[in-house]
């Protein structure tokens, strides 16, 4: 970060700077005139005059030397201050320029990313409002939603869980009648053989007991479907667990 009050005071020392060498030059050649002056009238004007080392101690700055025999051009001396601190304004303006660039690009990144975050916030809790609300059906004793937002096994079953449930576990033909009826083209359900390939549990680790497998199913296709999805007829199929599907929960 650019310390502006650093910049500002070595452009105030420069000004004043310049203010003492023209001032101390103004005094000498005022000085000059005088002698020259006093010199045509006689001399009479010399008893008045102070002497030189005294007008040097007292007129020149202690950090402006004068060095003996200086031809001194007072406009070029004013020209050339003038350059400098122009020059430095220029300098100076172009950092403040880049830097308030800078910080309106950080500023508008960081609104993007707050906004970013605003809108996935209010749509996971729309999400939720909708998980929340939406109506039950049942079946001997147990209750089911059917979520029509399509999502990947896992988040289908982290949703089904905020519910507080579990991806659908079929444990008969009626109720996987009953679990078809719910959605009518295809769902996720709970079944799945994620930790030991070969070996379909339910979502709380219990084998299964019942199943309704399509003809050829499973097949793990290309050794990576390991969650299963009942279709609209009823039948399981083993998928990749990343595929958006609709899903079932119970409780």
């Not at 004068?66 to 004013?78: N, T, Y």
């Not at 950092?95 to 749509?123: C, D, F, P, T, Y």
């Not at 409002?129 to 147990?142: A, D, Y």
Request: proline share 3%; charged share 30%; glycine share 6%.
């Amino acid at each position: 970060m650019t310390n502006w009050a650093a910049e500002i005071r070595c452009l105030r020392n420069l000004l004043q700077q310049c203010d003492r060498k023209y001032s101390f030059f103004a005094n000498q050649k005022e000085l000059s005139e005088k002698y020259s002056h006093d010199e045509e009238d006689g001399g009479e004007g010399f008893s008045n005059v102070v002497p030189t080392e005294t007008i040097e101690e007292k007129n020149t700055p202690p950090d402006v030397p004068v060095e003996p025999g200086d031809a001194v051009d007072i406009s070029a001396l004013r020209h050339n201050m003038t350059e400098q601190f122009n020059a430095r304004m220029v300098e100076l303006e172009s950092r403040v320029g880049l830097e308030l660039q800078q910080m309106e690009e950080r500023a508008n990144l960081k609104i993007e990313e707050i906004k970013r975050k605003s809108e996935n916030e209010i749509r996971e809790l729309n999400k939720l409002i909708k998980l929340m609300t939406r109506r039950m059906s049942h079946f001997e004793g147990n209750e089911y939603i059917f979520m029509d937002d399509k999502e990947n096994w896992y988040v289908a079953k982290d949703n089904c869980h905020k519910w507080g449930g579990h991806l659908v576990s079929i444990e008969s033909e009626a109720e996987n009648e009953f679990v078809k009826g719910l959605h009518h083209r295809f769902a996720w359900i709970g079944i799945n053989d994620i930790q030991k390939e070969g070996e379909h549990v339910w979502i709380d680790g219990s084998p299964s007991e019942f199943r309704r497998w399509k003809s050829g199913q499973p097949d793990n296709l290309d050794h990576n479907e390991n969650c299963v999805e009942q279709d609209e007829s009823g039948n399981w199929s083993d998928l990749f667990c990343f595929l958006a599907r609709y899903y079932v929960c119970e409780r």
